[in-house]
């Protein structure tokens, strides 16, 4: 089965670029989606299809995705970003990364 | 504005089979799109369960096909989640969502969330 690598934990200071990646095999032939979860709520969609941002989503958020890692990419990060990210694609099956903790200092 | 409502019991004995409810409204399911259910273990990430389309087409987890089934029904705009032989592994929050299409495709909309533990 297909397996999708995030780190655990990404730090960034208030202000500055974060950036998340996820690993698998020729991800870059496809669509990557990516979830913002905070605690105790329901995963918010922040980029679909590698690098397209819903309505309501700010500018802030953008997403790459070549070879073997997609990239979720937080300029100006906030403290409002503390959450856990979340990628995902399709493999056969549909196949969520294991998650990464943001934490804005 | 769509919006997902998840409902069933919180508690469910091993080896019974789990049972919840997806209530929609603000979008009617007869209109398209797929729905789907995602789980998530106290502290852990996030699993894609199955989702079904409103003619009733399925397409599920390989990993709990043989314990899943999906369903729906457009007469009261919702869909339903039934697993089978359950233990405590299958404890979890259930997300119900939107999905646009199979394959490729985001959840767009998710309900709250309902935790279900398995416990005797």
């Known amino acids: 089965s297909y397996e999708l690598t995030q780190p655990l934990s990404v730090s960034v200071a208030l202000g500055q670029t974060a950036r998340i990646t996820c690993g698998g095999n020729?991800?870059?032939?496809?669509?990557v989606h990516w979830y913002q979860q905070k605690p105790g709520q329901a995963p918010v969609l922040v980029i679909y299809?590698?690098?397209n941002r819903p309505s309501g989503i700010p500018e802030r958020f953008s997403g790459s995705n070549s070879g073997n890692t997609a990239t979720l990419t937080i300029s100006r990060a906030q403290a409002g970003d503390e959450a856990d990210y979340y990628c995902?694609?399709?493999?056969?099956?549909?196949?969520f990364g294991g998650g990464t903790k943001l934490t804005v200092l | 504005q769509v919006q997902l409502q998840e409902s069933g019991p919180g508690l469910v004995k091993p080896s019974e089979t789990l049972s919840l409810t997806c209530a929609v409204s603000g979008y009617s399911i007869s209109s398209g799109y797929y729905w789907g259910w995602i789980r998530q273990p106290p502290g852990k990430g996030l699993e894609w369960i199955g989702s079904?389309?409103?003619?009733?087409?399925?397409y599920y987890n390989p990993s709990l096909k043989s314990r899943v089934t999906i369903s729906v029904d457009t007469s009261k705009n919702q869909f339903s989640l039934k697993l089978s032989s359950v233990t405590a592994a299958d404890t979890a929050v259930y997300y119900c969502a939107r999905q646009v299409g199979v394959g490729a495709t985001p959840f767009d909309y998710w309900g709250q969330g309902t935790l279900v533990t398995v416990s005797s």
């Open positions: 995902q694609v399709w493999d056969s099956s549909e196949v």
């Open positions: 299809r590698d690098s």
């Open positions: 020729n991800i870059g032939s496809k669509n």
């Open positions: 079904i389309y409103h003619s009733g087409s399925t």
